[in-house]
């Protein structure tokens, strides 16, 4: 799910590009995203993707602690940027 939010707050930013590697490189070069936010938004896409692909997530050993963690860095990003509209 942060991974979505993610994607979908990419979207709301009318960022380019074919998949969310590209949207968030797209961001950095246009100079909405800082350092701080492309690095933060590439590691949440990582964690998506290996909660994506359950065979080889590398997240056996995941806790809640873990979990928490993500979950806070996706909120402290997303309240940043815009929501996209609910329809």
């Given at each position: 799910?942060?991974?979505?939010?993610?994607?979908?707050a990419?979207d709301?930013?009318?960022?380019?590009?074919?998949?969310?590697?590209?949207?968030?490189?797209?961001?950095?070069?246009?100079?909405?995203?800082d350092?701080?936010?492309a690095?933060?938004a590439?590691?949440?896409?990582?964690?998506?993707?290996?909660?994506a692909?359950?065979?080889?997530?590398?997240?056996?050993d995941?806790?809640?602690h873990?979990a928490?963690?993500?979950?806070?860095?996706?909120?402290?990003?997303?309240?940043?940027?815009p929501?996209p509209?609910?329809?």
């Open positions: 799910m942060v991974r979505r939010a993610l994607e979908n990419c709301a930013m009318n960022a380019k590009g074919r998949n969310l590697v590209d949207k968030v490189k797209d961001l950095a070069v246009r100079k909405i995203f350092e701080h936010d690095a933060a590439s590691a949440m896409r990582i964690f998506g993707n290996y909660g692909h359950p065979n080889d997530d590398l997240l056996d995941a806790d809640d873990l928490e963690l993500a979950l806070k860095i996706a909120e402290r990003f997303l309240k940043k940027f929501h509209a609910k329809p």
